[in-house]
């Protein structure tokens, strides 16, 4: 790994580390109910929301209630998106006259956006208007975000009460993360980011002149399947298509959503122009997650266990964005073979450069893609679909562990702490005691609920790709053949199931199987798991507090931080192996296998 | 796209997703 590159990964990890305190205490202010600084400017408008919606802030919700409003929110939600994007012809800013989705890529981006997936089977600047994507997708990006930050807070007050029934007003929960901490950084981020040169405007597409006229050839199959380039058209213009980017892109990475302006994500230059706006973006889409760990610790009055899990995300972010950079450094022998030179020379950065911005190289390229597949943002700034199959499958196992490694804002930190749940389990089980984890007993119920919000991810994702794998209907998507068309189909379910929405490209699936399937996908990968979650949640408020002996588990040590990795990488690499074996592992070996 | 069967299918298949939403919750207290 040359300095520069090293450099470039150390300063991300240290600016994460440098705001992971000041936005833990925030936030942790706001969900107790005194957020600092902005209460004077944005309490009229949470206490007007609440008057307007005949909300009551102080009313606290079990965890049944709070679960049933978060499902008929998300309901509602996905309802209007899908008639938003039905009826777009005719609603206002449209200036480039966008007909109406078809129903089942209309259903399966409604579900991608309020699971706060973001899949997109659709190119976002050929098919939605500014309206669909400002008041639809945007706005999306910013409530399925919350409603996964309502969960946590439901999971850690549940770890924080005693003997209480209730887990807060999921109402109250939305409102807040929504006009306290996502709008503040988004109006902030978005700003820097137009200054950085992205695009925020309401025109449809501009006209501009090129450099240098150039001919478009447009290459034609003659009739004995031999390709000719027989139609050449001069061309001296050509047309741009911009509009309001760069407040999505930011709504987007805050709320680690995933669904970019652009059907490019942040490898457009209109959306991440320079190496700058790509590591604010880089930042935005980790910095919240990171901060939720402190969060945590705060409010359940020992900041060391959020210490513990953000240095266990930490150190397997780290050890993802090293395999990735230098797998994608030592090249692709197949390019090689060629006559390119791969080299790394004073004049190019050497490697696999396919699917990469220059701009970005090759270590800005392996950091985004690891922690855009960690993080559940799934805005990659390059081609997932060219990284060599050890960095592919990098990006698969940081989604298959559960998207835990910081993770989706909220979601990611839920999943951790079941995962400790779990390793506090095992450990007891190892030691004979009755596990217990802050003060509380960890009884079979609570153990039944972690361990269905665990399952329900890898058995959705893998029937799904054994289905697809096994009819025509889903092999007939993939563009290329082999162990990498299987990793196609395993990467796209697996983003699908852990809401990632990022997509490995070569998989077809903007078809009736791929938008209703995945669509249903999304759907159990989200709430399916969000349910146990909270009554987890419920089950644990209710707990009293136990006296904690000197030979209870201590949870906050390097040596506990260790083992919960030891059952991170555990769970993901039993359950995801045999199927990572048939796609990229195959795909490695047939490309550095010794020929025989 | 013929509408006259997607719009029931979707409302159809909307209703089903909630029913089994609240199965799913019912049966996580039942458990």
């Avoid at chain 1, 807070?153 to 807040?176: C, K, P, Q, S, Y």
């Amino acid at each position: 790994m040359t300095l520069n590159a090293l450099l470039q990964i150390a300063l991300f990890f240290a600016f994460l580390l440098l705001l992971t305190k000041p936005l833990g205490v925030y936030m942790a202010r706001v969900y107790e109910g005194r957020p600092p600084g902005l209460s004077a400017l944005l309490g009229p408008f949470e206490r007007g929301i609440y008057r307007l919606c005949g909300l009551r802030s102080e009313e606290e919700m079990e965890w049944k209630r709070y679960a049933t409003s978060l499902i008929l929110f998300s309901a509602f939600g996905m309802v209007l998106l899908y008639v938003l994007q039905r009826c777009q012809q005719s609603l206002p800013l449209n200036p480039q006259h966008f007909g109406p989705l078809r129903s089942d890529l209309a259903f399966n981006t409604a579900a991608s956006y309020v699971t706060n997936t973001n899949w997109q089977a659709y190119g976002g600047e050929s098919t939605m208007s500014h309206f669909t994507q400002m008041a639809g997708l945007t706005a999306q990006n910013f409530m399925a975000a919350a409603t996964s930050m309502a969960v946590l807070m439901a999971l850690i007050r549940g770890l924080a009460r005693r003997g209480i029934r209730t887990v807060g007003n999921f109402w109250v929960d939305l409102v807040r993360t929504i006009l306290y901490i996502l709008l503040p950084l988004a109006v902030v981020s978005s700003l820097v980011l137009v200054s950085q040169g992205a695009v925020q405007s309401l025109e449809g597409s501009v006209a501009t002149p090129w450099l240098q006229s150039t001919i478009d050839a447009h290459p034609v199959t003659g009739p004995g399947g031999q390709s000719n380039v027989n139609d050449r058209v001069e061309g001296t213009e050509q047309v741009v298509a911009v509009g309001p980017a760069a407040s999505q892109v930011i709504a987007r990475d805050l709320g680690t959503s995933g669904g970019g302006f652009f059907n490019a994500n942040s490898a457009h230059p209109f959306e991440s122009p320079t190496p700058l706006s790509d590591f604010l973006l880089l930042l935005v889409q980790t910095v919240l997650a990171a901060g939720l760990t402190y969060t945590y610790g705060k409010m359940v009055g020992d900041t060391r266990q959020g210490w513990a899990i953000l240095s266990v995300m930490l150190v397997v972010l780290a050890l993802g964005v090293g395999i990735v950079h230098q797998s994608e450094a030592a090249g692709n022998p197949h390019i090689s073979e060629l006559g390119v030179d791969v080299a790394m020379t004073d004049q190019q950065t050497g490697g696999n450069m396919e699917g990469k911005e220059v701009r970005f190289g090759i270590a800005r390229t392996a950091l985004v893609a690891t922690a855009t597949t960690a993080t559940s943002t799934g805005a990659p700034n390059g081609m997932q679909d060219s990284l060599t199959p050890i960095g592919g499958l990098v990006t698969l196992v940081m989604m298959q562990l559960g998207e835990v490694i910081l993770g989706g804002i909220g979601s990611g930190l839920s999943g951790m702490v079941i995962l400790v749940l779990i390793a506090v389990f095992i450990s007891g089980l190892m030691i004979g005691r009755t596990p217990e984890y802050l003060g509380k007993k960890l009884e079979p119920y609570d153990i039944k609920m972690a361990s269905i919000a665990i399952l329900v991810m890898p058995i959705v994702t893998l029937a799904a790709t054994a289905l697809a794998s096994m009819t025509d209907v889903g092999r007939g998507a993939i563009l290329n053949p082999g162990p990498h068309g299987f990793s196609e189909i395993l990467y796209g379910y697996t983003s699908m199931a852990n809401n990632n929405g990022s997509t490995f490209a070569g998989l077809n699936a903007n078809n009736l199987f791929y938008n209703v399937g995945g669509a249903l996908v999304m759907l159990m990968g989200r709430f399916w798991i969000a349910i146990p979650t909270l009554a987890l949640a419920g089950s644990l408020a209710r707990k009293p507090t136990i006296y904690v002996s000197a030979g209870a588990l201590p949870t906050h040590t390097p040596m506990f931080a260790i083992w919960l990795m030891v059952v991170t990488l555990s769970i993901g690499g039993m359950t995801f192996l045999p199927a990572l074996a048939l796609g990229p592992v195959a795909e490695h070996l047939l490309n550095f296998g010794s020929p025989q | 796209m013929n509408l006259v069967l997607w719009l029931p299918a979707m409302f159809f298949l909307g209703i089903v997703l909630m029913g089994l939403c609240y199965l799913f919750m019912e049966a996580c207290e039942k458990i």
